[in-house]
């Protein structure tokens, strides 16, 4: 029996494609030499992926090091904006999350760099539901290896994870552990556990696992 949910956040709890875009293109401004602008569509392509995977997709002409740089820069931006802004969170999300914290422990694993979990909880005011979170940008892992660290860390048994890709729905399977699709997010996934055309659709959802 299920008793743990493990969250995916870009595309499943909160959308902030449309201020990412935004803080790509001031950090871009600075750099002449970068000969493009960011668009919101490819703004949500890259959700998902990790910051080196993105560097690459969008810089794959320039040297290991300036491509560090400019992803760093925005991975400081973006959090920063976050924490003091926070971003478009799904219809229902919150008294989803609370009616959810009653009977399941909740967690957080998301591709993303260091600080930007923590941003979407304090902007929020959502720490008090979730257990334990976990980033690529801070352990250097992907989803799957990062889902298996959490669920050891935390004795975690019988859990589901909660994502919008292909990406986490391979990263699930890695782990051992069912999964759950948000079509509502960015991604196409192949063969999911089950599927919610809402945030709100998931207490139901996980019962009839």
Partial sequence: MIDTIIFDLDGTLWDSTGCACDIWNRVLDKHKDIDFRMTQNMTEQLMGKTMEQIGEILF??????????????FGDEEVKYLCENGATLYDGLEETISLLSRNYKLYIVSNCQDGYVPAFLQAHKL???????????????DKGNNIKLLMERNNIKAAVYVGDTDGDEKAARFAGIPFIYAEYGFGKVVNPDAVITRIVELPTCIKEL
């Fill in 127 to 141: 720490g008090q539901y979730f257990a334990d979170i976990e980033m690529s940008g801070r352990t250097g892992l």
């Fill in 60 to 73: 794959p002409d320039v040297s290991n090091e300036v491509r560090s740089n400019i992803v760093n820069e």
